[in-house]
């Protein structure tokens, strides 16, 4: 079975790539770069973590148009990256309208010309910051159509291997896979030192935190999350 | 109600933004610019009819990326455009996988964004030369899936007002609401004059006949289709 991978390079996708390389006779990565703030750094990252897990057949696809539309910080410069709030239950503002939804149609286009059976794709429920297009009912309501919008012939399954971890376990589970975590990048904010402040440094040090284990990156500062 | 109509410059789109401004109090026109064979001549439709119906806001996205993935006549150069053959059953090589995902997934973000409330859509489901994500079921599915891919107070609707027209219907509702007709495009192969020959020149050709009605645009051979 030939699967892709949407790797953008940072902890979650890695994982999901290693269990892909894993599970599948095959792989192709898929980088959706919608030009935000860190891009160059994460495409350094695909590209590494691309290397270190031998996948060969890549893909990286320009979707400028997530900024053009914008709405959210991660894409509009005008709006601002909120600080880090890990107790806040509202959506926020690093989110991009209907994401994954983008994501997820890009990648069945390419897995129905390359024969693809399976998108693996590194989201996380529980973690995520309450964005509507991370949780598995919208996985497989995106992969119910995928299924009714493609040829009858084409079969592509959403697998969603880390959905249910937090990101303790994330970085437990890639210890043990022996995911490139090195090679990752987490970041929203810095390209060059991790800022250890925007919601995604501070997810990323508190699984670490709770793992036990130190990350491997380097950081502006380390504050301690709970 | 506010509403986002995808309009390609073609008939079924020009007839379904037609609709859409009659059935909303504002209404915001997105062209997605796969930088096929006919693009430019498209986007002067897409523009010529927007101007007709006083549309103002307007988007134009480019998502290239469909012609990088390939597997279609239409964005790749490689593979020839399938002369018409309207009684033939199979997916024509100008079928682009999963276009409709992509387009309905690039209208959610912006719909989101702009606080737009219904996505219309003018694909044909008995004339679509078997395009699978051109079916009601399809766009059911892929409400769905933006239902609960998007903010829980977010509500966007695909509407679908052509979907069970004939291209002939198409003609006929198309003179009866004064849709702009003289301004669409539709031709695969061409820019100046329509080639008469493709699947899409066919198409309209055929609906043209069957309304009674001439055809205001020009075209290189004008065959007589059954």
């Known amino acids: 079975m030939k699967s892709i991978v949407l790797l953008s390079g940072g902890m979650d996708s ?12 095959a792989v192709a990565a898929l980088h959706l770069n919608y030009r935000h703030r860190t891009e160059g750094r994460e495409l350094r990252a695909f590209q590494e973590v691309s290397d270190a897990l031998g996948i060969r057949e890549r893909l990286e696809v ?13 894409t509009d410069d005008t709006i601002e990256v909120t600080k880090a709030n890990l107790t806040a239950t509202n959506i926020p503002s690093s989110y991009v309208p209907f994401r994954n939804g983008n994501f997820l149609a890009i990648a069945a286009s390419w897995a129905e010309v390359i024969g693809a059976e399976a998108i693996y794709i590194g989201a996380v429920e529980e973690d995520s910051s309450g964005y509507p297009d991370c949780r598995q009912s919208f996985f497989d309501a995106f992969e119910r159509a995928i299924g009714i919008g493609t040829k009858p012939d084409t079969s592509i399954r959403i697998v969603t291997p880390v959905i249910h971890f937090r990101k303790s ?11 490139p975590i090195q090679a990752t990048w987490s970041c929203y904010q810095s390209e060059d030192i991790a800022c250890g402040l ?23 500062v380390r504050p301690v999350y709970q």
């Open 169 to 179: 376990e994330i970085v437990r589970e890639s210890i043990k896979l022996g995911a």
């Open 14 to 25: 890695t994982l999901t790539a290693t269990i892909a390389c894993r599970e599948s006779e």
């Open 198 to 220: 925007c919601d995604s440094c501070a997810l990323r040090l508190r699984g670490f935190a709770e793992a036990g284990i130190e990350d491997p990156i380097p950081y502006t």
């Open 62 to 74: 320009d979707i400028e148009f997530l900024r053009e539309i914008g709405g959210s910080s991660l």
